[in-house]
């Protein structure tokens, strides 16, 4: 090895490759640090958690087929669902999503809907504005009765709740 220099490093190569190396092992630490917190906070993966309240059904009047119920959903989980359809006890009929819209002044239309999403954090109120549930009238309906019903979600399973029969305009 005669001629030869040995390679010695040089303070500014060593802290070039100090630089180099350093960056990816920051943002992997940060990365780490964000995600341990997303976790221990609790919304790393927890499911969507759904409860349903405010349930109420409107008394028909003179020979209607069909009638509405509204409720509240909430959705306190942190994974989004998905009300996929509504199913009444002793309704003797199917019972269908509906979404309303104002097309005038006093006019409306309604459109059935297949399903309806429920944002993780979030409520869905539904009103004869927005959304309800289409029900098949029972003639021995009175005002105060309770009916019993059960949502069906894509994520959170079944959810049994009872609407109190009212008057509109209440």
């Known amino acids: 090895m005669t001629g030869q220099a040995l390679w010695r490093p040089t303070r500014r190569r060593l802290t070039d490759t100090l630089l180099a190396a350093l960056a990816p092992v920051a943002a992997s630490v940060l990365a780490l640090g964000g995600l341990s917190m997303w976790a221990v906070l609790g919304n790393a993966g927890s499911p969507a958690r759904i409860a349903v309240t405010g349930g109420r059904l409107f008394l028909p009047t003179g020979d209607t087929p069909e009638t509405a119920a509204f409720f509240r959903i909430t959705n306190t989980g942190g994974s989004a669902d998905r009300l996929l359809k509504v199913t009444a006890a002793g309704t ?70 009872d609407a109190v029969v009212d008057r509109p305009g209440r």
């Open 92 to 161: 003797g009929g199917a019972t269908t999503l509906s979404r309303h819209r104002m097309t005038g002044a006093a006019s409306a239309s309604a459109r059935t809907v297949t399903s309806v999403p429920v944002p993780a954090g979030a409520d869905i109120s539904m009103s004869p504005d927005s959304l309800d549930v289409i029900v098949p009238v029972d003639p021995d309906w009175r005002i105060g009765d309770l009916v019993t019903f059960t949502l069906h979600f894509e994520r959170g399973g079944t959810v049994r709740t």
